[in-house]
C-alpha cells in the first residue's frame, strides 16, 4: 500500500497514528521529528515529506479517537470510501533529502527560520485536507 505512490509514508502515517493512540499527540510527533533528524545525520536525509506523513497520521488518530462524535463521524467519512487527498495532502515538492549540515545552515536547524517556513506549510496544506477540516470544524464549539 502506498500514499501518493510513496511506500514510505503509508509506513509514517500508520505508525504516528498508532503511538497517537497508545499514547498521545505530543509524543508521537516529537518521535516523528526525532526519526527525521536521525536521517539528516548520515541517513537518508531530513524530510519534510516524511514530517508531513507523520503529521497526517497523528492528525488522522487524533481527530478520530477525540470522543465518540468525532468517531462516528470519521467512520461515516470512511463508509464511503478511502480518499487520499482527504486525509494526505500533496507533499511531493516538499524538500527532502536535507542532511545535517544543510539543515543548520539552510534551514537554521529544527526550529530555525527556514525549517518554521516549511513546518508551518505542512501544518497549513494538513488542515486544508476536507477530513481534517470538517472534523475540526465539527468539534469546534459554535
Not at 29 to 53: P, V, Y
Amino acid at each position: 500500500a502506498t500514499l501518493r505512490g510513496r511506500s514510505d509514508w503509508t509506513k509514517h502515517f500508520f505508525v504516528s497514528a498508532a503511538l497517537t493512540v497508545l499514547s498521545a499527540q505530543a509524543p508521537s510527533d516529537a518521535i516523528g521529528l526525532l526519526k527525521e533528524e536521525l536521517d539528516a545525520d548520515g541517513g537518508s536525509g531530513f524530510s519534510f515529506g516524511d514530517l508531513m506523513a507523520d503529521r497526517a497520521g497523528t492528525t488522522f488518530a487524533l481527530l478520530a479517537t477525540g470522543d465518540d462524535a468525532a468517531a462516528r463521524a470519521i467512520q461515516a467519512r470512511l463508509g464511503g470510501g478511502f480518499r487520499v487527498g482527504d486525509f494526505f495532502p500533496e507533499a511531493a515538492d516538499l524538500p527532502e533529502d536535507i542532511q545535517d549540515a544543510e539543515l543548520k545552515s539552510r534551514y537554521g536547524g529544527v526550529g530555525g527560520p527556514l525549517f518554521r517556513v516549511y513546518a508551518a506549510e505542512v501544518e497549513r496544506r494538513l488542515w486544508n485536507c476536507p477530513a481534517y477540516r470538517a472534523l475540526a470544524a465539527a468539534r469546534s464549539p459554535g
